[in-house]
């Protein structure tokens, strides 16, 4: 067929398709709506950024608050001095109606004074008539009676079958948390599907949760979630309050509850018989009281004052207690004010940091002499972080990042608010070559207590 002819009979085969140009007015006309619709739209996000924003920043807000658990610190110079006055002896009906209410009413301070006077006559075997015998017991029977009402038991469950009990004693009421916290032993860390909570003022059973746990000094922190109460079950729980553990001196009182013999609801009182302040401990130090109360293996509980107020734990397992030279078969306290910083840290659902030494600060006679201010290191963990990083005992530590170490509670508070487990952080110290103190910088991956 003929070319031509195929060509006429499909004509559009020679159209050209051209595309119209835009006019200038028509392109900045669309400029302008893409304009317009950007203002729109960004107007729109403001307007909603503006009515979210106050949500999440209260949100954010919350969370922040929650996160915050500050307990309370006592330091070395808050100590008491009893009244000067001596007040008349009580009876047995006065001291319990005196003791009826808040913990803080168990007796008045010329009672306590009374109380403790008495006790030291005990102690030195002057005789006491009959009356005031019974006065006391009554005063020391309800302050541990009030005291154990802070305590609860803690079951822990495999499947359904209970595999370890323990005590814990109620700490702190974290209320925007919607949840109370609870000292316990480091039985609680032991494995378990379920940890079951039972209060003994008639609140439900109630599952807890492991916030954290310190293996050196054998504590773990709990909370039970108190968001099912209502306002009278909530009242009805207990909180225990901190003592200072600085105010004890020898021949005080002292009352041990949890499981002093073993048993629950076993309690105990006796004197403080030694006191050792300073006991070297992984990365911090602590104060020990040893006391003239007997007790057997696996004994283990709180120790409270004269007020009902906690002053320390004890637990005749830990290792830790009995290198410090206590006497065996006799209960041995460790001071709250050591154990603040790890059970803050633990509070906040943080794991304390573990550096792995033990060290004492450097005094004013050994800086005179030429030794550099820090913490002398006079022992290092085995197979720890420092020792894997090098640090031996001898060392003196300055600095831990950028915090300066003068005291071993320098390292302690860096180890429980600072810096995390796994975290590497700089240690600088000097180690004496030769007769002269040459300067460091080792790097040290932290582990957890």
């Not at 300073?278 to 003239?292: I, W």
């Not at 004269?306 to 290792?319: A, D, K, P, R």
Request: aromatic share 8%.
């Amino acid at each position: 067929m003929d070319e031509n002819k195929i060509n006429d009979e499909k004509p559009y085969i020679k159209e050209k398709i051209v595309k119209k140009k835009n006019s200038p007015a028509k392109i900045i006309g669309r400029i302008l709506l893409w304009a317009l619709s950007g203002v729109v739209f960004g107007l729109c996000a403001a307007l909603a950024f503006y009515f979210i924003k106050p949500h999440f920043e209260e949100t954010k807000e919350e969370e922040t608050t929650q996160a915050i658990i500050e307990l309370p610190v006592y330091t070395q110079g808050a100590e008491t001095t009893p009244p000067e006055t001596e007040p008349e002896p009580t009876t047995q009906e006065d001291t319990e109606s005196s003791t009826e209410g808040a913990r803080e009413t168990f007796f008045s301070d010329e009672q306590e004074a009374w109380l403790k006077r008495y006790m030291e006559a005990m102690a030195a075997g002057r005789k006491m008539e009959m009356g005031d015998i019974r006065a006391v017991n009554t005063i020391l029977e309800n302050v541990a009676k009030a005291a154990k009402g802070s305590l609860v038991e803690l079951t822990g469950y495999k499947s359904e079958n209970a595999v370890w009990k323990t005590q814990g004693i109620v700490f702190f009421d974290a209320e925007e948390n919607n949840e109370i916290l609870i000292l316990s032993d480091i039985t609680a860390a032991t494995e378990a599907d379920r940890i079951m909570t039972v209060f003994p003022s008639g609140l439900p059973e109630a599952e807890a949760e492991i916030k954290g746990c310190d293996h050196v000094y054998g504590i773990c922190v709990l909370a039970v979630s108190t968001a099912g109460l209502n306002e009278g079950q909530k009242k009805n729980i207990k909180v225990t309050t901190f003592g200072n553990n600085y105010s004890l001196g020898l021949t005080n009182t002292i009352i041990l509850i949890g499981s002093p013999y073993l048993s629950y609801d076993s309690a105990a009182v006796g004197r403080i018989t030694y006191i050792k302040p300073d006991c070297q401990a992984p990365d911090s130090s602590f104060k020990l009281f040893a006391t003239d109360i007997s007790v057997p293996e696996n004994s283990k509980g709180f120790a409270i004052d004269l007020s009902g107020q906690l002053v320390g734990v004890f637990n005749t397992n830990i290792g830790l207690v009995t290198n410090t030279g206590a006497p065996a078969g006799y209960a041995a306290v460790i001071g709250t004010g050591a154990i603040n910083d790890t059970l803050s840290c633990m509070s906040n659902g943080k794991t304390a940091s573990l550096l792995g030494i033990y060290g004492i600060a450097v005094n004013d006679e050994l800086k005179e002499a030429g030794m550099p201010a820090g913490v002398y290191v006079s022992k290092v963990m085995e197979s720890g972080p420092a020792f894997n990083a090098g640090i031996s005992e001898g060392d003196i530590i300055t600095n831990i990042s950028q915090a300066e170490v003068t005291d071993i509670t320098h390292i302690s508070h860096a180890l429980t608010g600072t810096h995390l487990p796994e975290e590497t952080v700089k240690v600088t110290m000097y180690r004496q070559s030769r007769g002269e103190y040459q300067k460091m910088t080792v790097s040290v991956t932290l582990g957890s207590r």
